[in-house]
């Protein structure tokens, strides 16, 4: 696969079904794994970096549970293909910015995609639609058993699997679900659930992960703990705290509804009208207009909109996307306008 | 970008360009760093027994990380250093994670592996091999790719010939 054809689709995880999707855009679990043969990157010469992306390439190609998927060596990638990658959530930031002796594996649909080389040797993830952690683990879990046929893992007994930063140590495993909580934000009880989130132990992040602000009222919420729990118990309190929190969404819609139907009608149909017709406009802007449009959606005032071609946009509208789909590297000004053609045409919005 | 800061219970909110975001974020990386955490947070679990001078010298006995440098930057060098700085590291995991249970899977290889040493002996030479046996096993190995096992009798074949001399 050349990272072109990308462009052709996005994540399977990003079609807007599976449970509660009405509030949860998605589910990931990732897992940390360092190979024991070899210091952790960070303290690893070039040399070495590059013989671990080999040996994680014979283990892939010899396993048969990552078959169909592609490697991309960052090094041979140019900046903007990168930070393509990272806006299709494939992969962090940190992993774009510094390239040398780092890969990227990422599977058909892009259920699967494989760090090597960033933290830790390996950062495995999976993402799935809707609230479905367990069956993210499920996979995940599959192909961590697959790979550790073939290579061994810093692992021991008992501090469970090593890795570079204290705060993995143990399962190594982080779940974390995006949520959609306009109408939390606009009762403005959504601090209030945060700071509960954050008392429990989970953290709340926004759209792109890690070191990254909310915005369009997605939050990103996760586990922090790895030692004292079972892998399926961390997955288990999360699905607890996320099924108070989608209640609580819940029953904040019905309250604006019956607090002021009209406004909120109003609100939703205007967003809809500004993103079908608008000629210029900002990521910031549209994520917020799209998350009026999906709220007006899941609540049933607007109708005749594909969930699954609001999610894509959400790709779709970032700089590298939009420089990828133009063929040309775009300043600030043209990628404004690129993003509002590119709005129209997935929404059916009239060139009038 | 917008920036919500709580201070105090005090929301505020700033909204930022790419470009100020950014140098916000490395600043706030600095005063916040998970580093300076880490380094708070095993300060107050050093063991009573360490000396002074004893923990200027503290280092992993495989990759030389110094146990300094993992208090100022919050990462560890690789597997061994969990078995170096185990004193440190037991009272800093509970403090990270409530607990320093581990009640996770463990590798389905593992178990069977145990039989071979591991832990800090990853490069022991068992009495029945010899040099040349090692250097074939490390060519047979790289030719089928498998540069894992590779690297393991490379260093092996290191521990030999230290042996040697």
Known sequence: MRIEELLN?????????????HIVMSSRVRLARNLEAWTFPGRSAKKDLEAVLKAFEGAV????????????????????????LVERHLMSHEHASNPEGKGLLVTAEEVVSIMVNEEDHLRIQVMRSGLNLSEAWDIINAIDDALSHELTFAFLPSCGYLTA??????????????????????????????????????????????????????????????????????IQNINGLIRQVIEQEEQARQALLLQNKPMLEDKVCRSWGLLKTARIISSQEAIELFSMVRLGLDMGILK?????????????????????????KLNAFERDTKRAAVIRQKLGGKDV | ????????????????????????????????????????????????????????????????????????????????????????????????????????KTPPEYLENQAAPTEGALALVLPEENLEDLKQ????????EDFEKAALIRDKIRNFEKKDK
């Open chain 2, 1 to 104: 970008m917008h920036l919500t800061e709580i201070v105090d219970e005090q929301l505020s909110e700033m909204h930022l360009c790419e470009e100020c975001a950014r140098q916000k974020s490395a600043q706030m990386e600095q005063q916040f760093g998970l580093a300076d955490l880490l380094a708070g947070l095993s300060d107050t679990s050093k063991p009573a027994s360490s000396k002074e001078g004893e923990k200027t010298v503290l280092k992993c006995s495989r990759c030389g990380l110094p146990y300094e440098d993992f208090r100022k930057f919050g990462r560890l060098g690789c597997g061994e250093c969990y078995t170096s700085f185990k004193e440190h590291l037991t009272g800093l995991l509970r403090k990270i994670h409530g607990s320093n249970k581990y009640l996770g």
């Open chain 1, 165 to 234: 930063c204290p705060t993995n140590t143990g399962t190594a495993m982080r779940g974390s679900v995006m949520m959609h909580l306009p109408a939390l934000v606009m009762t403005k009880q959504i601090n209030k659930v945060l700071a509960a989130i954050s008392k429990l132990s989970f953290a709340s992040r926004g759209f792109y992960g890690e070191g990254t602000q909310a915005s369009g009222n997605f939050y990103q919420i996760s586990n922090q703990v790895s030692l004292g729990h079972s892998e399926l118990d961390i």
């Open chain 1, 61 to 84: 190609n010899r396993s048969s549970a990552l078959k169909g998927s592609t490697m991309f060596e960052m090094t041979e990638l140019d900046q903007v293909d990168r930070q393509m």
């Open chain 1, 9 to 21: 689709h996005t994540g399977e995880w990003l079609r807007g079904t599976g449970p509660s999707a």
């Open chain 2, 137 to 144: 096993q490390l060519q047979s190995s790289i030719a089928s």
């Open chain 1, 304 to 328: 005749h909109v594909d969930h699954k071609a609001l999610n894509e946009l959400f790709i779709m509208i970032q700089p590298a996307h939009l420089q990828k789909i133009e063929g040309k």
